[in-house]
């Protein structure tokens, strides 16, 4: 019982990480219709970041949670600006390879700044908690409320704002959207920044929690990927419970076999979801 | 998107002599390359010599299927270490060279065929998605297989004479060449382009899109297996990290991009330059690799849409 409880929290811990990312990939595709290929490279910013503030400034690392939100949005906005906006219109072949060349930059940036060691920190939340057996340490706890205060807040405001409807209105249809005066410019511009600022959070967390080096957003985006195809290109919500889905998978997996077993049932999971459902669990057929 | 699409335009119609053109030049270089050695070239120049025409003959692979359909393939590194891993399998088990290299290239293609029935009937990122995963999984998957040699990797027994992967890789990439520059000339060519330039267009006048996508998948992935193969015997041992390396499937898209996708000539343009950046940059800024070239392929898909090679043509005859 003990064990299940343990197996169910290691999950959701994952799963919450998953689903912020996913959470921005699936905003920028239903927004903007990009592929963001470099969306692991903010993840991986935000984580970065918060190990200089700790190691560096000797910070805390939660301050390193909207420190890394700001810091991602303007890089966000900055990139979006000077290298997004110029493919808007071209074949998606140009837009794949912009995202994914901006990944590559991305990658050799942060290899040549901070060389391939592993980073880690142990200031910021510690020891552990016991509920019913369950070892959860406080880290984790403060990971998993993190992001789900992230991921709500999110959903609040693409519910329940005016922005949130902008950009709604634009993922359902561009040219509509745009004779009814949305300006779509700044909204893309704007779903770009919020996207990029919550994975760099979502890096805050992983320095937290894991060792940061840099293919660390690299590879959670990945899963990032896997989850918002099941979830349904574009599917905010459907990218939210293929994140928590997968998650919990993925701690049952790596407890069985092996972490690298549970990525290759990931994976595996991807090339069944094209081959069966191609427009992901919760999405529509395509028009 | 589909209505994007439409505004590039069509590539210019190539008449028989460019073609034949081409085929000679092709054919004359190569057995240049074939003949440095008996020359008195130097190992370093064979050395660059040899990793031109790999990353010729990767890139020529990666041409026929991306560069013609428009379908990003991010596998092309993960094809050749299938191929890779095959002819050294087959050779430990005393297969003789040519039935080897022929199991690396019907592995290499089988694995197409997996990724392109799942992928090649969806539009848009399927395809691109489908490989980005096929690569993460090979590299997970090989590391694990007993038989591959699991994290450890192979080692071919047989010691072999350097000049056959030598020669074996020159010829490839100008069999890969010539081939590139025979099927845009011909009426699979001019189908393929069709549906690059509006799919759903083409599938309205008769064109079987799906299977011609897979019918180039196919021939690409021949080739790019058989590259690694001979990649395989001039380097005689494998490691999962480095035969199936993200690194390969970057090499292989950035050649024909920066030199001109969708071209015959482009890719060798691409190679020499760069096999010639990686050599610059060993000496200046080593760690500096990937930013480099991450950098310039941002700048050639944002300015420089058909690669640098027509860039400058076009500049050339602007000029005069």
Redesign the interface.
Known sequence: MSLALQLLVNGLVSGGLLGVAALGVALIFGVM?V?NFAHGEFITLGAYATWLLVSQLHLSPLVGLPVAFVLGALVGVVVQAV?LA??T??????V???T??????????F??GFGGDFRSYSQGPHGNLDVAGAIIGWRSLTVLLACVAMSGATVLVIQRTRLGLGLRALAQNRDSAATCGINVVAAERIAFALASGLAAAAGCLVSMIGTTTPNVGHDLV?DA??VV?LGGMGSISGALVGALALGLVQSVVSYALDD?WS??VA??L??CI??LR?QGLFGRA?A | MSEATIERAPPRPHLRSDTLGLVIATIALAALGIALPALGASGYIRTLVYYSAFYLALGQAWNIMSGLTGYLSFAHGALSGIGAYGVVIAMNADWPMGASLAVAGGAAVLASLVIGATSLRLRGAAFTFATLFFQELMLLAVRKLPFAGGPGGLVLEQILPEWIAYVGMILLAGVATIGFALIRRSRLGIRVLAIKGDEDAAASIGIAATRLKLILFCVSALLAGLAGAVHALFTASLYPDVAFSVDLSLIALAVPLIGGVATASGPALGALLYVGLREALQLIAPSAHLTILGLLLLVVVLYMRDGIGPTLARLIRRSR
Do not use: N
Not at chain 1, 89 to 94: I, M, Q, V, W, Y
Not at chain 1, 100 to 109: E, T
């Open positions: 219709r592929v290298v110029r493919v219109g071209r074949p998606e072949l140009d794949l390879m912009v994914y060349a901006l990944s590559v930059l991305g990658l050799g940036l290899a040549q990945l990927f896997v195809i690298s990525r290759m994976y595996l991807l090339y094209i081959l191609p395509a």
